[in-house]
C-alpha cells in the first residue's frame, strides 16, 4: 500500500533563508508527484508537478526534485519570505485516479 | 475561467439532516473527484468519477451518495448527516490521467 510522509510536520525558519522540505513514498510506481500549498481555511493550490520521466521541476523560488528510486521528492524555496508561510503537501499518483496525500509541512517564515 | 467551484463555502446541519454539496468544473475535466481533510488524518479519497455516467468509491465513501450526469458536475450528497462527517470538503479535478489536480476552495461542514 502506498503510504506519504512529510518530515518536518512543521518548520518556523527567518525571513531569507533556503530551505528543503522532505516527501517521501513507499512504492516507486508512480505517474507524477504534485506539490501544493494551503492557506489557512483555503483550498490546495498546485505549484508544481513532476512526472515520473523527471527529475526536477522549477518555478520561480520554488525547485522540486524526484528520485523514484530511493522514494523521496524535496521542494527547495530559496529566499523564503513571510508571504511563504503556509502548509506544503505533497501528493503521489500511482494510476487508478487515487491520488495519495502526505500529512503536510507547516512553514512559519518570520519576519 | 473559474477553474473547480464549490458552495456552500459553510455549512451547518443537525443530526440526520440530508444536503447535497455542489461541485462544478469549467475546464471539460474528464476526472472528478471528492476528498475529506480532517486533523491528524490527511486527505482522505471519498468517491471519484472518470466521466459522465461513471462514478466509483474511494477509501471513505460510507455514508456518502455522488452522480455523474454532465461533465461539468460532481455533487456529494449526504443521506442522514452524522457528527463523524463533520469536516471540511474539497472537490478536484484533473483534465485526463497523469494531468494536474485542481482544487476548489472547499466546504466547512459541521453535524451537530
Known amino acids: 500500500k502506498q503510504e506519504v510522509t512529510q518530515i518536518p510536520a512543521a518548520l518556523s525558519v527567518p525571513e531569507g533563508e533556503n530551505l528543503v522540505l522532505n516527501c517521501s513514498f513507499t512504492?516507486?510506481?508512480?505517474?507524477?508527484l504534485q506539490w501544493f500549498r494551503q492557506d489557512p481555511g483555503k483550498g490546495l493550490t498546485s505549484l508544481l508537478l513532476?512526472?515520473?520521466?523527471?527529475r526536477e521541476q522549477t518555478s520561480g523560488r520554488l525547485n522540486a526534485s524526484l528520485d523514484k528510486s530511493s522514494g523521496r521528492s524535496t521542494l527547495y524555496i530559496a529566499a523564503s519570505q513571510p508571504g511563504d508561510s503556509a502548509t506544503y503537501l505533497c501528493?503521489?499518483?500511482?494510476?487508478?485516479?487515487?491520488?495519495?496525500f502526505g500529512a503536510g509541512t507547516r512553514l512559519f517564515v518570520k519576519a | 475561467n473559474a477553474g473547480v467551484t464549490q458552495t456552500p463555502k459553510f455549512q451547518v446541519l443537525k443530526t440526520g439532516q440530508s444536503m447535497t454539496l455542489q461541485c462544478a468544473q469549467d475546464?471539460?475535466?474528464?476526472?472528478m473527484s471528492w476528498y475529506r481533510q480532517d486533523p491528524g488524518m490527511g486527505l482522505r479519497l471519498i468517491h471519484y468519477?472518470?466521466?459522465?455516467?461513471?462514478?466509483d468509491q474511494g477509501e471513505v465513501p460510507n455514508g456518502y451518495n455522488v452522480s455523474r450526469s454532465t461533465t461539468e458536475d460532481f455533487p456529494l450528497r449526504l443521506l442522514s448527516a452524522a457528527p463523524s462527517q463533520t469536516s471540511v470538503y474539497f472537490c478536484?479535478?484533473?483534465?485526463?490521467?497523469?494531468?494536474?489536480?485542481?482544487f476548489g476552495n472547499g466546504t466547512r461542514l459541521t453535524v451537530t
Open positions: 512504492d516507486s510506481a508512480i505517474y507524477n
Open positions: 513532476i512526472q515520473s520521466s523527471q
Open positions: 501528493a503521489v499518483y500511482p494510476g487508478g485516479f487515487k491520488t495519495i
Open positions: 475546464m471539460n475535466h474528464e476526472y
Open positions: 478536484a479535478s484533473r483534465f485526463q490521467d497523469n494531468s494536474p489536480l485542481h
Open positions: 468519477s472518470v466521466g459522465a455516467g461513471i462514478t
